[in-house]
């Protein structure tokens, strides 16, 4: 067994474990890119901006760290500063190559049972199809570079270092073009507060009894309050500070507004994208409107169904 030295134990545990890590966040990536553009009927699936920008993360710092290594390593091969004949580096690249394909193995698998099972989809098919690629293309190339006698540059490892280049930096360029800058990011995350404070004031309304009393207001069959004075002082703006508007329109409507700074992202889904609890009344608030919001300032209308209604006489 030839010996190899602890730099070289160090680049190659760090060359492999960032080729993991990039392997799997572009799959991430590829992933939340399919959810978005094809449309699913569970929500299990449903597109996140978050898993983007997660592996978008861990590529930008990862997929670097690998390329030049690799390169780096390579380059140390050709100079003889480092031996391809490490045991070391043996056992890294067959133990990859098991890896990818016991992973393309049951990709396929998977991808049989699910089309005799009749529920093959054309979303199922990419997400085969990218795990396929991102492990098959792992596959060839260990493989391929394990068996030649000579580890040190070539046109194939040029080859693959470039295109490697080009896929993740495509995938970043798209990753951004999707979920926006880290400004964008932001400003949509305080327009999902604004969302998320403007359907508490409503369910006050709609439930009278599901929440901690703030005034009589929330007392079934109170009148709703001429203004936000009396309850409204917790509900504000999170980035302004300011008061959330609201305004009573008569004994049983009301209007809650809000300043928002971006128009609410677009959703392929067929379902709600987040889960409501299950309260003990028939009526419920419709907050589709409210979470497809446009830029600006906007308003939307409800009814408290437990609000004083006028004397019949």
């Excluded at 990862?62 to 690799?70: M, N, Q």
């Excluded at 780096?72 to 690249?93: C, E, H, N, T, Y």
């Excluded at 995938?171 to 073009?177: L, M, Q, R, Y």
């Amino acid at each position: 067994m030839s010996s190899h030295s602890s730099r070289d134990t160090f680049f190659y545990l760090l060359q492999f474990v960032t080729l993991a890590i990039s392997a799997t966040a572009l799959g991430n990536v590829w992933f939340s890119f399919i959810n978005k553009w094809t449309t699913s009927l569970t929500p299990y699936e449903r597109f996140q901006p978050n898993d983007v920008t997660a592996g978008l993360s861990a590529l930008v710092i990862a997929a670097p760290v690998y390329l030049g290594l690799s390169w780096w390593i390579r380059k140390a091969f050709a100079d003889g500063s480092m031996q391809p004949s490490s045991s070391l580096r043996k056992w890294l690249v067959y133990f990859t190559v098991f890896v990818t394909s016991i992973i393309g193995l049951v990709d396929l698998i998977a991808t049989l049972h699910v089309y005799l099972n009749g529920d093959f989809t054309l979303r199922f098919f990419f997400k085969a199809l990218s795990i396929l690629v991102i492990a098959g293309s792992i596959f060839v190339f260990y493989l391929w570079d394990i068996r030649r006698e000579n580890a040190g540059p070539s046109a194939v490892t040029h080859a693959a270092f470039w295109i490697t280049i080009v896929v993740v930096l495509a995938t970043i360029i798209a990753g951004f073009v999707v979920v926006g800058s880290p400004k964008t990011r932001r400003l949509l995350q305080w327009d999902q507060e604004r969302v998320n404070t403007l359907e508490n004031i409503v369910r006050e309304f709609y439930h009278p009894t599901s929440y901690p009393k703030v005034g009589n207001f929330v007392t079934e069959g109170a009148p709703l309050p001429e203004n936000s004075s009396g309850f409204a002082s917790r509900f504000r703006d999170p980035q302004t500070q300011q008061l959330l508007e609201y305004r009573k329109v008569d004994l049983n409507t009301f209007e809650v507004c809000a300043t928002f700074a971006l128009a609410a992202e677009e959703t392929n889904q067929l379902f709600r994208p987040y889960p409501r609890p299950v309260y003990p009344y028939d009526a419920q608030p419709e907050f589709t409107p409210l979470e497809n919001h446009s830029a600006g300032h906007q308003c939307f209308r409800y009814t408290a169904p437990h609000a004083t209604t006028p004397d019949k006489k």
